[in-house]
């Protein structure tokens, strides 16, 4: 029985050291936050601002000049930033644990056509990697499937959470399809030419992609006794209640893509990746679609682009009235989210106007997923999700965080990071 006991503690133990933070409970005391800079996420900035919120939700937006009464604990964040909580497009998060283990590894199923998989389901909402988001500002994403022509359905959830149920903010938002490349190249580490060539598989493959959506919207339109699953999943594309995500690269593939989508009377589209866009500006904006573009911290696809080019073309998308988000899609995406912020501060380096770079991981990544009513700006009524940064969050030397909340909850921002981080600063500064 000793025995028994021993082997039961020490489980215990070890599951206390591994296991992630508890999640805060609901929001019971109002929180007033006065004297920081507030960036509200839609451009504007308050300096010297007061924030109010209670029930999870912001109740107060406005100067701390003004002569209102303060709610609940006040906290005092003079020369400190606030913003709303960063989104994350286009992530896998919460899927793979471990890249080397096939056991935690949900990114993607088996098949080719896969509209009926949902991410959701195998989200894990205890994933070290979600909780390692949090201390930069990630306090929500959208988690993408990967694999086949068609991945499956993403959803919306946000940083602390038991499960899934409880992480879910918005609930199969959107179909995400793989668009097939007009060129290919030769694999060089086989010896084969190097060099971009015509891809003479292109047509068939957009065939087999029109097709099945084809046969898709017919299923939809028409009562069967026969259930097909894969079909049943694309309703929404065709009812208009859900966006079709097309991760594409490449002027002509683009423009395929949107041309044969309006052609099947799939109006809510989102590009994913978008190389090339910036030459297709006028097409994306008079069928209102955003573009989601990949991590800036890359080389350039193409040797005629120029070296700059993923640094600058969110400027160009941007002046010319697309609306842009930034997502993770690339070697190492989920370790890599957590550079979001930084992302966001580089394609201000070069160009986008620094609230506006805000923007784009904030106000204008709600408004891609379609979440804009209640969250991703520092607005009345919205959900208080929102972190005080000491300084600029964007740049990586100063985004220390101190506080952080999610629906007014107050989050923990340890993690098993910052918990090695003081076991050897601690060690350093003993020796």
């Not at 866009?277 to 696809?301: G, Q, W």
């Not at 070697?331 to 770079?357: C, H, I």
């Amino acid at each position: 029985m000793k025995n028994i006991l021993k082997i039961v503690l020490f489980f215990a133990f070890v599951g206390n050291i591994v296991a992630q933070q508890t999640p805060a409970s609901k929001q019971t005391t109002a929180f007033s936050i006065e004297g920081a800079t507030a960036h509200l996420g839609n451009g504007q900035v308050i300096e010297n601002s007061l924030i109010m919120f209670a029930d999870g939700k912001i109740t107060f937006v406005g100067s701390a000049m003004m002569k209102i009464a303060r709610m609940g604990t006040i906290i005092n964040a003079t020369g400190k930033h606030i913003y709303p909580g960063f989104i994350a497009l286009d992530a896998t998060l919460g899927l793979v644990e471990i890249d080397a283990v096939k056991a935690s590894d949900d990114e993607s199923e088996i098949g080719i056509m896969n509209p009926h998989v949902r991410s959701l389901i195998a989200y894990n909402a205890e994933s070290k990697l979600v909780e390692s988001m949090r201390p930069n500002g990630i306090l929500m994403a959208q988690i993408v499937p990967k694999g086949g022509t068609i991945s499956g359905t993403s959803s919306i959830v946000q940083m602390d959470a038991w499960n899934w149920e409880d992480a879910t903010i918005k609930t199969d938002d959107a179909i995400h399809l793989n668009w097939p490349g007009s060129f290919t190249s030769g694999r060089w580490w086989l010896g084969e030419d190097p060099a971009l060539k015509p891809n003479p598989e292109y047509p068939k493959n957009i065939d087999k992609i029109n097709s099945f959506l084809t046969d898709a919207k017919h299923y939809n339109s028409v009562k069967s006794d026969i259930k097909h699953l894969p079909f049943t999943a694309t309703k929404g594309l065709f009812d208009g209640s859900q966006k079709l995500y097309i991760h594409v690269n490449g002027q002509k593939e683009i423009t395929d893509a949107i041309n044969i989508s309006k052609e099947l009377g799939i109006k809510n589209l989102v590009i994913v990746r978008g190389e090339g866009a910036e030459k297709v500006t006028d097409l994306l904006i008079s069928n209102n679609i955003p573009v989601i573009l990949s991590r800036p911290h890359r080389n350039p696809n193409s040797e005629d682009d120029a070296y700059d080019d993923t640094y600058t073309i969110a400027k160009n998308l941007i002046e010319k009235g697309v609306l842009v988000g930034i997502g993770m899609e690339g070697q190492m995406d989920r370790m890599n989210t957590r550079n979001l912020p930084f992302y966001a501060g580089t394609f201000a380096a070069f160009g986008v106007e620094k609230e506006k770079a805000v923007q784009m991981i904030t106000g204008d990544a709600a408004k891609i997923l379609g979440i804009d009513a209640f969250a991703g700006t520092l607005e009345v009524g919205k959900d208080a999700t929102l972190f005080i940064s000491d300084e600029d969050a964007l740049d990586m030397r100063t985004n220390q965080i101190s506080d952080a909340y999610i629906q007014g909850r107050k989050i923990s921002l340890e993690t098993h990071q910052t918990k090695l981080w003081k076991r050897y600063s601690n060690k350093f500064k003993a020796e």
